[in-house]
């Protein structure tokens, strides 16, 4: 399998083309910013456990791997066995065509037609492009285009797993989470899907001020303040024994977030959605998600940013 490697004085990024597009890690200096698999294999075997994946046509889960849109009921395939759901979109394992690249800067092309199985389950032909570049930070930014004759549902995110701590010799307990731009949080059901519309954040999920991670866990999903600065971080992981933070910035259409800390695990995700989990059967019901809908023949685009900072 070839590798993207981009460089950036003493920032290095690699990326899978052949593998969703997913970046492999991210690395300023000598500090591992990004969890890595431990090996190629590793992450064709656990695509949603290491590195950035990118999500689309959904980011989350699609409750029973179904949903209904424009009168037609789309069936997908269930890869969340243990719940019944769809998870994380479907472009995950396709291979992306390289349409440009520098030394620090790659933009890379998926056309749906190109794949048998996607054009199978996904009846809305689009091409999807995503642009790489680092520099004073890590860029990501998502392209689509319809290239059919009808309108097109969607939302794309992605998942970004940080090495947490950061120093190898310091602690996760130490650690300080902060959502900034946190305007209310979604009820999640067993199953971690939402149960109707946003609700009030309270205790632990009032994270609008840092607060230090403990022993806690996190796997759930947040509404963003509509009216929050794009350029101003959504979500800060700073580690205290490093003196350092990590920032994520979403450009406006990211309107939802979601922060994954489990336990057991030396990682956290910061995950810049622009809709909720199970966006699609949402709006059928009609509650607002975020879900988005493209005319054919329409672009839509927008991205975000990986950063260290000064705690």
């Not at 070839?2 to 460089?7: F, K, S």
């Not at 593998?19 to 591992?32: A, I, K, P």
């Not at 519309?197 to 996190?218: H, N, Q, V």
């Amino acid at each position: 399998m070839d590798l993207i490697t981009l460089e950036a004085q003493s920032e290095r990024v690699i990326i899978a083309p052949e593998l969703g597009c997913q970046c492999l890690g991210y690395r300023v200096g000598s500090l591992e910013v990004i969890a890595a698999a431990s090996s190629v294999q590793a992450l064709r075997e656990h695509p949603f456990r290491s590195g950035i994946p990118i999500l689309f046509p959904w980011p989350g889960r699609i409750a029973n791997a179904s949903f209904e849109f424009g009168g037609r009921k789309v069936v997908l395939p269930v890869n969340e066995p243990a719940r019944g759901h769809a998870i994380h979109g479907l472009t995950w394992n396709c291979a992306f065509q390289v349409t440009k690249r520098g030394p620090y800067y790659a933009l890379m092309e998926l056309d749906s037609a190109s794949d048998k199985s996607l054009s199978a389950v996904w009846p809305y032909p689009f091409v999807f492009e995503i642009d790489y570049e680092v520099g004073d930070g890590l860029r990501i930014k998502f392209r689509v285009r319809n290239l059919g004759k009808s309108e097109m549902p969607f939302g794309f995110g992605a998942h970004p797993y940080f090495t947490a701590p950061l120093d190898k010799a310091g602690a996760r307990d130490r650690l300080t989470l902060q959502l900034a731009s946190a305007a209310a949080r979604w009820p999640l059901d067993s199953a971690l899907i939402p149960t109707g519309a946003p609700i009030a954040l309270s205790d632990k999920f009032d994270l609008r001020m840092a607060r230090e991670l403990g022993s806690e866990t996190y796997d759930d999903v947040f509404r963003l303040d509509t009216g929050r600065d794009p350029a101003a971080p959504c979500a800060r992981l700073v580690d205290p024994s490093m003196r350092l933070a990590v920032e994520v910035r979403a450009d406006a259409p990211f309107e939802d977030f979601v922060i994954y800390a489990p336990p057991g695990n030396p990682v956290v995700a910061m995950e810049p959605y622009t809709c909720a989990p199970d966006a699609f059967n949402l709006t059928g019901r009609g509650v607002a998600s975020g879900m988005r809908t493209l005319a054919p023949g329409a672009t839509f685009e927008a991205g975000f940013e990986i950063r260290i900072a000064a705690p």
